[in-house]
């Protein structure tokens, strides 16, 4: 025994017999809270004992029982400083003052002293330590700390200024407050306490949001309605992110440590009932949207004006409402991918606006025109904000929803295009004509004139409509002049003619772009059409000819064999094995021009609306 008591020389000090060092008491020290200092009187007397047995001094009677008095002496001072420790300790949250900061710093360093002493005896068996060895206060401390927390959090008590109605909100609010509060006094209060590597912001960072968690994991067990369902997925990801992102907590916290709020088993059945809810609230909003736009055009209202522009209020609903829905529902769901689960919505509120857009369409009503203005104009901020917005949605809904935008789109162009027709057909048949030929001048003139009259009616529409709308006018109008040109209804059947015509092609060409672009057209690309096609005619020489429709091909890739041969045939003096030539000639680049041309040049399409037999 005695050698294996050897390895505590360590342990062992000299002391005087009549060394009386002129030091408070340990029960002075007590009372005055230096724990430190009590405690070092206490491991000193703790080491001086057994430095006695170490020397085999306890072989009488006497001594034994001396030393027996010494020890349960020593394990009550023990208690009476371990005790008023954890006192100190349980009221580290309480802290409003220096002087107090000042004692639980003490205090904490004394439980850190008792844990090294511990330490010193882990090497010995149990039978040679005293009977207190080890305290584990540093253990106790931790447990006495989760002790405190949970107590606080149960006993928060809620700001009576704030209204709640639900008792589950009141519940996890008063925690949440309760929280943050205390972090905070933990970072301002008792961090210094601590010794750095303690990193006791970190702990009870963690005792907090366990405590919290568990709260939330006790309503997520039962039925919940929309409201507390939401309210739970608010906390997770918006409340509670936003108070470990306070500064000063963020600076001392690694919320990544953390485990999470909710176990993915309790948040899954969370989101599904959050956006089964969100979904019928955005179906029933953008319905009452398309409720109001269909009552008031069956009762004959006019769209509202706004500094003479009619106010599209339905494109700013619909957007508001959608968008508004989606953003809160990617801030709920702390996640974008989620969000898209109600994007679908669109997609089903336009094939019921559809339905509505075609009946207005149908309808012979005096607010038609008016309203399919206005209609065209929602189609279009709706078709842009889902192409600048594209992330919110899946592909698939992204590309459905463009598809019905665009499909109204072309029905509401071709219905003021039609009435353009209508009103222009008569006019039209000069176009082409010997009448033409003689006087084009006038000609373009009187169909300009009516056509500024038909257009007229969309000085009320909004700039972007307009000039889509216009622009759209700008090149069915063209491209009817062009297609009746191709009808061949005069032969120019000498370079002279065809020079003539070829210049009057170029001016009527300057006019109506000078007159649609003035209206509103965007449509500028549109102005070489004519000139190239004029520049046909005026050439004489094959090879040259051949050359000018590459050139054209290359502005309009959807110029077709059928268009070469109608407008070649204008040219009276070109014959049949020449056009024959130049066409094979053409068919061979146009593989090539098409395998080099970019979207740009694909989406200028022109010829393909020259519709010719």
Known sequence: MAKKLGKLNPFKRNYKKNDTPDVPTFKQNLQACRFVDAGKQLII???????????????????????????????????????????????????????????????????????????????????????????????????????LVHRRMEEAELDSSVEMDSSIHQSITRKAKRLKKDL?????????????????????????????????????????????????????????????????????????????????????????????????????????????????????????????????????????????????????????????????????????????????????????EAVLMVNLSFLIQCRDYITKNAHLFPEEVKTDCLSLLTTMTERSQHYFTSNMHKELKDLYRKVGSYDWLKDSHGVCEELLA???????????????????????????????????????????????????????LCLNSERIHTCLTAAGSNMDWLKDILPKLAELLKLQDPDSIKLELVNLMRVCPDLSDRHISAWLKLKGNLSTLDRRKIRESVTCSQDQINEKSDSLQFSRRFFSIVRIK
């Not at 007397?45 to 047995?53: I, V």
């Not at 063209?478 to 210049?503: C, F, G, P, T, W």
Request: proline share 2%.
């Open 45 to 147: 007397r703790e080491d001086r004992l057994f430095a006695l047995k170490q020397e085999g001094i306890g072989s009488k009677m006497k001594l034994v029982e001396e030393e027996e008095d010494s020890e349960s002496r020593l394990a009550k001072d023990y208690e009476d400083l371990v005790e008023l420790v954890m006192r100190t300790l349980e009221n580290s949250l309480d802290l409003q003052s220096d002087e107090e900061q000042e004692v639980l710093r003490d205090a904490v360093h004394a439980v850190l002293l008792e844990e090294e002493q511990d330490a010193r005896w882990e090497a010995f068996q149990e039978k040679g330590r005293p009977s207190w060895r080890p305290r584990r206060c540093k253990q106790n401390h931790e447990a006495l700390l989760e002790r």
């Open 184 to 368: 905070l006094k933990v970072v301002t209060w008792v961090r210094s306490c601590y010794p750095e590597h303690e990193n006791v912001c970190q702990f009870y960072a963690t005792l907090y949001h366990n405590t919290f968690s568990a709260k939330l994991r006790e309503v997520a067990e039962y039925t919940l309605c929309d409201e507390d369902c939401t309210l739970l997925l608010q906390w997770v990801n918006q409340e509670y992110p936003n108070i470990l992102s306070v500064r000063q907590i963020k600076e001392v916290i690694d919320h990544t440590k953390l485990d999470p709020l909710l176990p993915e088993d309790m948040i899954t059945p969370l989101e599904k009932q959050f956006l089964t809810s969100k979904k019928m609230e955005v179906s029933t909003h953008l319905r009452k949207i398309l409720d109001r736009e269909e009552t008031a055009w069956k009762q004959g209202a006019l769209p509202q004006l706004r500094d003479q522009v009619y106010c599209c209020l339905q494109a700013i609903d619909v957007i508001q409402c959608f968008h508004g829905h989606v953003e809160d529902t990617q801030k709920m769901l702390g996640d974008e991918t989620k969000a898209r689960n109600i994007t679908c919505q669109m997609n089903n509120f336009l094939k019921d606006y559809k339905i509505f857009h075609a009946k207005v369409i149908k309808s012979r009503q005096t607010n038609t």
């Open 450 to 504: 009516k056509l500024e009259r038909h257009i007229q009616k969309f000085n009320n529409l909004d700039k972007m409509c307009c000039q889509e709308l216009l622009g759209g006018m700008h090149k069915e109008f063209l491209a009817e002049y062009v297609r009746k040109m191709m009808k061949q209804k005069i032969k120019l059947s000498n370079k002279d003619q065809q020079q003539m015509a070829a210049s009057e």
